[in-house]
C-alpha cells in the first residue's frame, strides 16, 4: 500500500475531494443532505486551514483524496454553548474519511493536523459533531477529546425528529 501523506488542500484538489464526500455521503448519510455546490460547502467562510490526506506515491493534480478536513473560526453558538470567546476557538470542521481508507489513522491524523493548527494561531480547537454518529463520537474522544455539552443541531434527522449535536474541545498542548 502507498505511504498516506497529509498536505495542505490546493484548489486543484476541490473536484477529487467532492468525489471522495459524494461517496461518504452515500455511504454514511454525510453530509446529511447533499449540498447544490459541494465544493464551496468544502469552503467554508472564515476558513483557516483545510488538509487532505491522499496516497502519497503521486504529487500531482489529481491525486485521490483518502481524507479532508478544514478549520475555522468558531461562530458564535458554539462560543456560547461552551461558554467560550469565540475569538479564542477554531472549529474543526469538514472531516471525512474515504469508506475504503478507513480505520487506518486517517481520521486521527487529519484531526491532529487541524488541533495543530489551531494552537500555532493560539486558538483552542473545538467541535461539533452530530450526537447519532457514533463512529466519530469514538474518534474523538478516543483521540482525547472532551465532551464539554450538548445542543440543538437546527435541522431534522433522518428519523424525523430534531437532530442533537454534541461539542467536544480539543487536547491542550
Ligand atoms: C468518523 C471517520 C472520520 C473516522 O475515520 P477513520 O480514518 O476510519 O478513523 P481512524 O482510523 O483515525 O480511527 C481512530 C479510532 O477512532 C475510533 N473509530 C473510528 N471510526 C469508528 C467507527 N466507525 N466505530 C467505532 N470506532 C471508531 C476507533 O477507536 C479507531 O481506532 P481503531 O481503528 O484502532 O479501533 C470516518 O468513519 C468517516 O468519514 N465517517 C463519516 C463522516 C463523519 O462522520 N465525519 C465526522 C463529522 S463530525
Partial sequence: MPERVIRPRRPTDLPACAEALRGV????????????DPQGWLTPRDMIGCWIATAGDTDTD????????ALT???????????LPAA????????FVA?????GGLATDLLDRAARAARD???????????????AIALYERAGWRLAGSGDGGWIAADGL??????YVGPVG
Fill in 99 to 103: 469508506v475504503d481508507a478507513r480505520r
Fill in 88 to 95: 479564542k476557538l477554531a472549529l474543526v470542521a469538514r472531516l
Fill in 121 to 135: 494561531e493560539g486558538l483552542q480547537a473545538v467541535l461539533e459533531v452530530d450526537a447519532a454518529a457514533a463512529g
Fill in 62 to 69: 489529481t491525486d485521490r483524496v483518502l481524507g479532508h478536513v
Fill in 73 to 83: 473560526r468558531a461562530g458564535a453558538a458554539i462560543a456560547e454553548a461552551l461558554a
Fill in 25 to 36: 455521503h452515500e455511504t454514511d448519510g454525510y453530509p446529511v443532505r447533499w449540498p447544490a
Fill in 162 to 167: 430534531p437532530a442533537r449535536v454534541r461539542f
